[in-house]
């Protein structure tokens, strides 16, 4: 939904916008959201639609009225859940399941008012309405095995730890952190910059390379990252007030419209102090809306059916 036409970013610089799937059985995203979908130039120099089972490409651009009718060359998947999604990514994610299911954590569910603890795997897959995740991968958590056994007897820190790589009560995709810093789960800061090397977060005195954004879930966003953020501090006040915070953004009634992408001015400086100018836009005159079909039309029907729905329900917050 939106005007899209002339904006066009190169990974690993991504642009998203807002999709009509609202259908709650497929999305739980906060404040209602409707889903997104991604995409970029790669090295090809085609348009892929990113992180999908499929690598589907943008096989031909038409314009007919006030549509865009990008053609691609596979049926979009609707986002899966956590569960799904890392062993169909499992280069990247298998690592992080195990030491996800080995943390406990306190929740409170605002639609029962009941408190109860679950592994944070299980919170992050099913629980939470809307978060961000910046997930190790398999080779970070190796690397970082000496750490995280020593933590295993020390249930807060690992806790703290974990809680020190998710944003609590807000997707975020890529475009919206460079230059950024938003509060963790822990209550940390995490601070977020760009460079001509890549995109990066800083939690305490580590900082990681996202190696892979906008892993999109139907409850929030994985961005894959290249170490274990090894901070084990907390503020349970800062914690308390980035959820409260994030719960009220996302009564917030919103129409989004325009892509969700890097601005042809953002000058970001990177961990080492340099700079790199985004040479894309999220500006245009040209044609409103967006549609990625297949060329197939019984295809694009059998998705087709999902688009409809209002997300109801109660969400969950990190205790």
């Given amino acids: 939904m939106g005007n899209f036409s002339g904006t066009s970013t190169t990974y690993p610089n991504t642009t998203l916008g807002r999709t009509l799937l609202s259908d709650p059985t497929y999305v739980q995203l906060e404040g209602n959201k409707s889903q997104v979908v991604a995409w970029a130039i790669r090295a090809d120099q085609k348009v892929h639609v990113l992180n999908q089972r499929n690598d589907s490409t943008v096989l031909n651009t038409t314009t007919a009225g006030n549509i865009t009718i990008n053609t691609v060359d596979h049926v979009l998947v609707?986002?899966?859940?956590?569960?799904?999604?890392?062993?169909?990514?499992?280069?990247?994610?298998?690592?992080?399941?195990?030491?996800?299911?080995?943390?406990?954590?306190?929740?409170?569910?605002?639609?029962?008012?009941?408190?109860?603890?679950?592994?944070?795997?299980?919170?992050?897959n099913s629980q939470l309405h809307g978060f961000t995740f910046f997930a190790p991968n398999t080779s970070a958590i190796q690397d970082a095995s000496s750490a995280l056994s020593g933590l295993q007897s020390n249930t807060t820190a690992l806790q703290a730890l974990f809680q020190n790589h998710i944003i609590n009560g807000t997707t975020v995709y890529s475009p919206l952190l460079a230059g950024q810093n938003y509060t963790s789960a822990a209550g940390e800061p995490l601070s977020f910059s760009f460079n001509g090397t890549g995109h990066f977060v800083t939690s305490g005195n580590v900082t990681a390379q996202i190696i892979q954004p906008d892993v999109l879930l139907p409850n929030g966003v994985i961005h894959v990252i290249d170490r274990v953020l090894t901070n084990t501090e907390t503020d349970s006040g800062a914690a308390s007030s980035a959820a409260s915070s994030a719960s009220s953004v996302a009564t917030q009634s919103t129409s989004a419209?325009?892509?969700?992408?890097?601005?042809?001015?953002?000058?970001?400086?990177?961990?080492?102090?340099?700079?790199?100018?985004?040479?894309?836009?999220?500006?245009?005159?040209?044609?409103?809306?967006?549609?990625?079909?297949?060329?197939?039309?019984?295809?694009?029907?059998?998705?087709?059916?999902?688009?409809?729905?209002?997300?109801?329900?109660g969400r969950f917050v990190l205790a």
């Fill in 257 to 313: 419209t325009a892509p969700i992408g890097y601005s042809a001015t953002a000058t970001l400086a990177g961990p080492s102090g340099s700079t790199q100018s985004s040479s894309t836009s999220h500006t245009s005159n040209a044609a409103p809306g967006v549609v990625y079909a297949t060329p197939s039309l019984a295809q694009v029907m059998s998705v087709g059916v999902a688009v409809l729905g209002v997300v109801v329900g």
């Fill in 78 to 124: 609707i986002p899966e859940s956590l569960s799904e999604t890392i062993p169909a990514d499992n280069i990247s994610l298998t690592g992080v399941e195990t030491a996800l299911r080995s943390v406990q954590l306190p929740t409170f569910n605002s639609t029962t008012n009941q408190t109860g603890s679950s592994s944070l795997f299980d919170i992050l």
